[in-house]
């Protein structure tokens, strides 16, 4: 393959691991992801991310923490996600994901504790052996270096996919920001976007074979002449 056929093939074929192998990368495999991540763009190269890699004893301390705030409710996101805002087609893609997400596991509309369990799922990072959480100081209205994270987390995908490992971003590990925070030291100053779970993708799981298809191009694009 040519470089754009590596290209497309890489982008085209990346989707989100939900079922990964616990067998941990090296040292060196992260410091090659964390280094193509880093070469993402970002406004006037400014770079706001601070990226905090979870593994090990750590890994399972905070998995446990996080269980355990989800017990308790105590849901303490630096930034609001309401699936409410979501209306019109937007909404309608929401939950055609989720259709197809719980279509490929077997999983019925009216299961709620498989669902329930799916979700928290979620707080054990999908089994995955290591975690990136993306933080991000106060800067104006975090919208700029939002835009900036949301590059570095799809190079950090890209760069995943290329070397045949598997990861999965998840706003719902933000909704425990002030837990993830305390576990790690993170000071109050930084802001949590989301975090990634990610190795190695477990080729036998259904829940890593969910097509949620794209929009056709007409939809996202207008051209002017
Ligand atoms: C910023 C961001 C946050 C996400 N948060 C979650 C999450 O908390 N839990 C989850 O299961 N999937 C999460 N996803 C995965 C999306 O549902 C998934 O990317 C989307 O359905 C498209 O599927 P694909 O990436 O496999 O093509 C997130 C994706 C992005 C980009």
Redesign the pocket.
Known sequence: MNPPEIFQHIARS???T?QFLSTPLTEQQINRVLLDAQHSPSNCNTQPWHVHIVSGHTRDRLSAALLDADNRQHFTADFEFDIDAYTGVFAQRAQD?GRARYEAIDIGRDDHAARLACLRH?LTFFDAPHVAFLFMPHIGDHVRSAGDI?MY?QTFLLSLQARGLGG??????GMYADTVREVLGVSEDLKLM?GISFGYADAHSASNF?E?GRAALEDSVVRHY
């Open positions: 990346r989707r989100v939900r994901s979620n949301g987390a999965i971003p998840q706003t719902l590990l989301f969910v949620v």
